[in-house]
T-cell receptor
């Protein structure tokens, strides 16, 4: 199967700060990207998505930025709360196949 | 149901036994996916169903793994002669025709092979 990485990067932030989680993707043909949040013992939960014809998309307290030139995706969370503590995954759809390829994930730890 | 349902939530088995994992997708979702997640790692694609057909089964690790879907609804992932390396969380997801790229996941089955 396809997956990326063995170690889980960790981002530790203070409650109320803004968080930025980064993701690099490998395939320039990917045309759809999505961020998921996974809390312990649960399945991934959809946060926000973006198509390759956009650079930025905003949701409630979250913003996704896409830089196709360097194949980089980021998730910004405003005013981070303890409930935001989870593992965050980016995923890409490579268009030719109808499946999402997931990154390694980043553990976000929010300190009160 | 309201979301993707998987059963059992936990399964402990002995090496060499066969196991069946079940997924009930969101009603009306035509696409269904199985992923595997090892401890502390990302999601590894296993197989994708469109209706009852599996156009992409490229992620199945070996011929011990198989899956089927019936009635464009329930899917079963079967692992024969389980090995310790099969221990992982098996996640099922489904998506609709209208937003086929947006996957909705179940809570997974934690499989432990002793």
């Amino acid at each position: 199967g396809e997956s990326v990485g063995l170690h889980l990067p960790t981002l530790s932030v203070q409650e109320g700060d803004n968080s930025i989680i980064n993701c690099a993707y490998s395939n320039s043909a990917s045309d759809y990207f999505i961020w998921y949040k996974q809390e312990s013992g649960k399945g991934p939960q959809f946060i926000i998505d973006i198509r390759s014809n956009m650079d930025k998309r905003q949701g409630q307290r979250v913003t996704v930025l896409l830089n196709k030139t360097v194949k980089h995706l980021s998730l910004q969370i405003a005013a981070t709360q303890p409930g935001d503590s989870a593992v965050y995954f980016c995923a890409e759809n490579r268009g030719a196949t109808n499946k999402l390829i997931f990154g390694t994930g980043t553990l976000l730890a929010v300190q009160p | 149901g309201a979301g993707v349902s998987q059963s059992p939530s936990n399964k402990v088995t002995e090496k060499g036994k066969d196991v069946e994992l079940r997924c009930d997708p969101i009603s009306g979702h035509t696409a269904l996916y199985w992923y595997r997640q090892r401890l502390g790692q990302g999601l590894e694609f296993l197989i994708y169903f469109q209706g009852n057909s599996a156009p992409d089964k490229s992620g199945l690790p070996s011929d011990r793994f198989s899956a089927e879907r019936t009635g464009e609804s329930v899917s079963t992932l079967t692992i024969q002669r389980t090995q310790q390396e099969d221990s992982a969380v098996y996640l099922c997801a489904s998506s609709s025709d209208r937003e086929y790229e947006k996957l909705f996941f179940g809570s997974g089955t934690q499989l432990s092979v002793l």
